[in-house]
């Protein structure tokens, strides 16, 4: 019997605590995929994730840079998904482009009006095998309104 304090695969992870996602915690064969139907955006706008995999996962929002020497704060917890498997991603040789525009959202948020412009990264957490578990994350530009024109 698991004590109360312990954790098994398919519960969901804890908030992280650090923006760094370790190289053995990588999600590396697929156990959890994240994409954004934004590369960038300004604040107050809606975005799109799309997700694929089997497992409780807990998606959170960074901001990065200085952040007072910690090199990213935590802006958002956005809660706790459990993602069906998708179709893998397409590729374009061409261009390098690799898609999930054809894969279904599994949630949204909207980027608070307040936040300041900076680089941010959803992040995507899932207990998978052993107790590193397995992370995704994916890059988003926030511009503010005022500086879209600079």
Do not use: K
């Not at 799309?50 to 007072?68: F, K, M, N």
């Amino acid at each position: 019997m698991a004590r109360d304090d312990e954790v098994s695969p398919g519960d969901p992870p804890p908030v992280p605590t650090d923006w760094r996602i370790p190289v053995r915690q990588r999600s590396t064969r697929g156990e959890v995929e994240l994409f954004l139907d934004h590369s960038s955006a300004t604040p107050g706008t809606r975005i799109g994730i799309r997700l694929s995999g089997e497992h409780a996962t807990r998606l959170t929002l960074w901001r990065l840079g200085y952040e007072g020497g910690q090199g990213g704060r935590l802006m958002a917890d956005l809660g706790v998904v459990t993602p069906n498997r998708q179709a893998p991603p397409t590729f374009d040789a061409t261009t390098g482009l690799v898609s999930c525009a054809h894969w279904s959202e599994t949630c949204a948020f909207t980027l608070d009006p307040t936040w300041p412009s900076g680089v941010y990264s959803a992040r995507a957490d899932v207990l998978c095998t052993g107790e590193d578990g397995c992370t995704s994350s994916e890059a988003i530009l926030v511009v503010s309104a005022a500086r879209q024109h600079e």
